[in-house]
């Protein structure tokens, strides 16, 4: 997490400023787990924030997987 703020376009792979880094959390997860991993995002981050000189947010995107819709009812040839 601390490249992923830090970057500074050194690395394409992570966002080119502390500005447009965001954490994506997937939902698919039991509350207990999503949980724990809040927990820990956000004390990761307050210690990289307590250690930089930029004024840094944290940007949370919850993730949810959509289930595809069920098939349409069949069609009747009743007339």
Not at 1 to 21: C, I
Not at 60 to 66: A, G, M, T
């Amino acid at each position: 997490m601390t490249r992923h703020y830090s970057n500074n376009g050194k690395n394409p792979l992570y966002p080119h400023n502390y500005k447009a880094a965001w954490i994506e959390i997937d939902l698919k997860d039991t509350s207990r787990d999503f949980r724990q991993a809040l927990l820990k995002i956000i004390n990761v981050f307050d210690s990289i924030k307590s250690s930089s000189q930029d004024s840094l947010e944290l940007k949370i995107l919850l993730k949810r997987k959509k289930s595809p819709p069920p098939p349409p009812p069949p069609k009747s040839d009743k007339n």
